[in-house]
Structure formats: structure tokens, C-alpha cells
């Protein structure tokens, strides 16, 4: 199971950092992913990090201000969200997968948490 939690209302460029806890891990689970996904539109890809830390991706639309860590002791994962947009008001989703792949076929999926940016 993945909870994404950490979401919440704040202004353009205000700072915010989710977490996804992720429980019954197994060993073919070796990544886990952000996605978001806005009223009316697809769900995309934004960062993706294994669990050893080793290797991570990010779409070009967050690369930058956006930045994906692991903890595996805690089995959790955070995404740090910086300078935030209105464009980045959506629900925001953390995916669990053998491999790290940028489009949405992922096994696993959280329920997600919204973030909402007003100016």
C-alpha cells in the first residue's frame, strides 16, 4: 500500500514537501515514482527515484524546482516542491513499480493528496 500525504493550500512560490509511505514492500518493488494529476487532465510523470537512491528521473517541467529522496529505513518517500505555481495546483499521486519507466503504467498507486497554489 502507498499513502501520499503533505498536500495542502499555499501561495505561488511557497515550498511544500509530500511524502509517500510505502508498506509491504517487496523486492520487485524497486521504485517509486510522483506523479500529478489536474482537474480535466492526464495523469503525468514527474520525478522517480529507487530505493537504493541510486538512480532518479525527473520530467523536464519540474527538473529544477522539484526534488525526489528516499528513506528506506522509514520506507517512505518525499517529494520537496519548491517555487510553486498555479500550474502545479493538482492531486499528486506517489506509484510503486519494479523499474523506474515515465509513463503511468505503474503496478502500484496511493490514493494521492491535493495541492492547491492560489496567487
Known amino acids: 500500500q502507498l499513502q501520499a500525504f503533505g498536500g495542502g493550500s499555499v501561495q505561488v512560490g511557497d515550498s511544500l514537501r509530500l511524502s509517500c509511505l510505502v508498506s509491504?514492500?517487496?523486492?520487485?518493488?524497486?521504485?517509486v515514482g510522483w506523479f500529478r494529476q489536474a482537474p480535466g487532465k492526464e495523469r503525468v510523470f514527474l520525478a522517480a527515484?529507487?530505493?537504493?537512491?541510486?538512480?532518479?528521473e525527473y520530467a523536464d517541467s519540474v527538473q529544477g524546482r522539484f526534488s525526489i529522496s528516499v528513506d528506506s529505513r522509514k520506507n517512505t518517500a518525499y517529494l520537496q516542491m519548491n517555487n510553486l505555481k498555479l500550474e502545479d495546483t493538482a492531486v499528486y499521486l506517489c506509484a510503486a513499480n519494479k523499474a523506474i519507466i515515465t509513463c503511468d503504467s505503474w503496478d502500484y498507486w496511493g490514493q494521492g493528496t491535493q495541492v492547491t497554489v492560489s496567487s
Open positions: 509491504g514492500r517487496t523486492y520487485s518493488d524497486n521504485a
Open positions: 527515484i529507487t530505493w537504493s537512491g541510486e538512480t532518479i
